[in-house]
């Protein structure tokens, strides 16, 4: 296991010197220098020059001791990226943005996750009846319907016309009351795509053998599905949930845009329009160690959900 | 239910996978499973597809030769500023008084060339280095799985999101990426992973199959076999892979249209929506229920249609 959990980490390596390597063509190659726009417009040459040499970037690219690529390497892993277009710490604007994000996407995390597999084992159980078919219609039918919609509508006639939700966040106001109607959203947005991924994953459970000699032992069907089809269909859904974990830092970009949030994903949206690099290269950067590192949880956990998954 | 009954079922002899899962049953077997001559709903979700790109088809032909009918004339005014849905006007009028109908027709076209270019690129990408890595093993397959596995390792509408704002009216050849080249670059250059790892995961599996090792007897050269061999058997993945994936770069355009990082001087369904944003607390719904709508339809379609072509191709899932 230690050895297993130690391989694992050195393979990360190379992963995130990738993502390093990515970040800083993206980001520091391609869109050129940028002292231009950080000084303002009309500054004078003087201070152009000034900027150049505070953000390091009149040093070679590369192939040099200093060098801004190892430059970059050193900032990232120690999580140092600098200061934004107005000037504030890149890493204080993001710890600020963490709070309000994660009291969105969690419960809505939460939300999905425990609807759609409840449902999804009811609707794997009731496979070819009405209940089955609708559910399968209105899943596509969410699927299909654009993430923005289900924003704009919910927030018109909950928040606008109905007065039920504040239509904005309100500092004033408790978070939960303003977190209500985005996490409403995002559940119902998010839940065909996941109702129907669960569905099929239960539906192959529900197929084996062993769900037959289960049913022919006399078990009830409570003991059936909670006990042996939800703990053999647990893989993929750890792989799914895993996945998503990182996504909950970034916060629903969307929802928080629409409801002026204060979190992740309103600031990447204000940095995309501002095209404020410093700041999309630290999300981007964090959300990818995130990443990597729920994909190792992932790989651990299966062993201990499944005892036939070994580690060599 | 009638496993036993399905198992027994394969294709006959002489036969190819694809004429297999075209071909009419010769018995029901159950009500979701078989080809797609039975299901009515695969077709009329055909149907609408087609319609679809029928409609941007003509869209293009029109600008070209300089028809003038509805949907090539968005700009024209036709009536006063935010008029509701009526007989004259079906869905109402926006802020310029242009027709919100001509616009959602117009949008289709944006969407579509979007979605269709940016499926290009990423199997155009995705294909060829899944196919290399496959076959070849060794280091190229370690440098691609590098590549694939550290650009997965983004959260991807973040990293479309990156590759958008650095792409967006940059010069690349000589040639300046405005509108919705950058947007269908972006798309294209970050979806190829799951394409690429699919078919890598394939060909191995296909590498030491009688029909490789004979052409490898008879020297075929590795590009042939590559080419020639391997790739037609395992382009089904491609195609079901493309409709699948054909709805998320739908959608991808519009939010990047909403951002403000796509088509700027033209209708589409994300600007419209991202119209609409304000227009709603004014009482002005129809810009974005039109544009909802036609995404809600092309995307049912595509969806049930990618389903249904699925269920038809991959020979696996029917045997089951």
């Given at each position: 296991m230690t050895t297993y959990i130690i391989r694992r980490l050195l393979y990360?390596?190379?992963?995130?010197?990738?993502?390093?390597?990515?970040?800083?063509?993206?980001?520091?190659?391609?869109?050129?220098?940028?002292?231009?726009?950080?000084?303002?417009?009309?500054?004078?040459?003087?201070?152009?020059?000034?900027?150049?040499?505070?953000?390091?970037?009149?040093?070679?690219?590369?192939l040099s001791w200093d060098s801004q690529f190892l430059n970059h390497l050193k900032n990232a892993l120690t999580f140092d990226f600098g200061r934004a277009l107005d000037r504030e710490q890149v890493i204080d604007k993001i710890k600020r943005g963490l709070g309000p994000s994660l009291a969105i996407t969690i419960p809505m995390f939460l939300g999905i996750l425990i609807i759609s597999v409840g449902m999804s084992l009811f609707v794997a159980f009731a496979r070819g009846t009405v209940w089955d078919v609708l559910v399968v219609v209105i899943c596509v039918a969410g699927m299909s319907i654009?993430?923005?919609?289900?924003?704009?509508?919910?927030?018109?006639?909950?928040?606008?016309?109905?007065?039920?939700?504040?239509?904005?966040?309100?500092?004033?106001?408790?978070?939960?009351?303003?977190?209500?109607?985005?996490?409403?959203?995002?559940?119902?947005?998010?839940?065909?795509?996941?109702?129907?991924?669960?569905?099929?994953?239960?539906?192959?459970?529900?197929?084996?053998?062993?769900?037959?000699?289960?049913?022919?032992?006399?078990?009830?069907?409570?003991?059936?599905?909670?006990?042996?089809?939800?703990?053999?269909?647990?893989?993929?859904?750890?792989?799914?949930?895993?996945?998503?974990?990182?996504?909950?830092?970034?916060?629903?970009?969307?929802?928080?845009?629409?409801?002026?949030?204060?979190?992740?994903?309103?600031?990447?949206?204000?940095?995309?329009?501002?095209?404020?690099?410093?700041?999309?290269?630290?999300?981007?950067?964090?959300?990818?160690?995130?990443?990597?590192?729920?994909?190792?949880?992932?790989?651990?956990?299966?062993?201990?959900?499944?005892?036939?998954?070994?580690?060599? | 239910m009638n496993n036993q009954q399905n198992k027994t079922e394969m294709a006959p002899k002489g036969i190819s996978l694809w004429q297999d899962g075209l071909r009419k049953p010769a018995r029901r077997t159950s009500l979701w499973v078989g080809g797609l001559h039975r299901r009515k709903l695969a077709m009329a979700s055909f149907v609408i597809i087609v319609v679809y790109f029928l409609l941007a088809g003509l869209i293009y032909v029109g600008e070209i030769f300089n028809w003038q009918w509805a949907a090539v004339k968005w700009s024209e005014q036709i009536g006063k500023q935010y008029q509701p849905p009526s007989a004259q006007h079906i869905f109402g009028t926006d802020i310029f008084g242009q027709s919100v109908f001509r616009k959602t027709l117009y949008g289709a076209k944006i969407s579509l060339t979007v979605a269709l270019c940016a499926s290009f690129v990423s199997i155009a990408i995705g294909v060829p280095l899944g196919a290399l890595a496959g076959y070849f093993r060794g280091i190229i397959d370690d440098i691609i799985v590098w590549i694939y596995s550290t650009l997965s390792s983004i959260p991807y509408i973040l990293l479309i999101l990156a590759f958008a704002v650095v792409l967006r009216d940059r010069t690349l050849f000589g040639h300046k990426l405005t509108g919705i080249t950058s947007v269908y670059l972006a798309i294209g250059l970050t979806s190829w992973v799951g394409l690429c790892r699919l078919i890598r995961g394939e060909v191995i599996k296909h590498k030491e199959r009688q029909y490789v090792l004979a052409a490898r007897s008879y020297g075929c050269s590795n590009s042939r076999i590559i080419f020639?061999?391997?790739?037609?058997?395992?382009?089904?993945?491609?195609?079901?892979?493309?409709?699948?994936?054909f709805v998320a770069f739908i959608h991808a355009e519009v939010i990047l249209s909403f951002l403000g990082l796509g088509e700027a001087n033209r209708p589409s369904w994300g600007a419209m929506i991202n119209d609409a944003r304000i227009e709603m607390s004014r009482g002005v719904w129809w810009q974005m229920a039109a544009a909802t709508l036609a995404i809600f339809f092309i995307s049912l379609a595509l969806n049930i249609f990618g389903d249904a072509l699925r269920d038809c191709l991959d020979p696996k899932l029917r045997i089951q």
């Open positions: 990360t390596i190379p992963i995130v010197f990738g993502v390093l390597l990515l970040t800083f063509i993206l980001f520091k190659v391609v869109p050129g220098d940028p002292a231009i726009q950080i000084a303002g417009k009309g500054a004078s040459p003087q201070v152009i020059e000034e900027v150049r040499q505070e953000y390091g970037l009149s040093k070679p690219l590369f654009p993430y923005l919609s289900f924003i704009l509508f919910g927030q018109y006639f909950l928040a606008y016309k109905w007065w039920i939700f504040p239509v904005f966040f309100e500092p004033d106001l408790p978070l939960y009351k303003c977190a209500a109607l985005p996490v409403l959203i995002g559940v119902a947005a998010g839940l065909g795509a996941n109702l129907h991924f669960y569905r099929t994953v239960m539906l192959d459970e529900m197929r084996n053998d062993y769900v037959r000699t289960a049913f022919a032992k006399g078990l009830s069907t409570k003991r059936v599905l909670f006990k042996h089809v939800l703990k053999n269909a647990m893989v993929p859904i750890i792989t799914r949930v895993t996945l998503t974990i990182p996504y909950l830092f970034l916060g629903s970009l969307l929802l928080e845009r629409f409801f002026g949030i204060p979190g992740l994903g309103y600031l990447m949206v204000e940095a995309t329009s501002s095209r404020d690099y410093f700041v999309i290269n630290a999300m981007t950067y964090i959300s990818a160690i995130l990443f990597v590192i729920f994909n190792l949880l992932a790989d651990i956990c299966y062993a201990l959900v499944d005892p036939r998954v070994s580690f060599e | 020639r061999h391997l790739l037609p058997n395992v382009f089904h993945l491609v195609i079901i892979d493309f409709s699948i994936r």
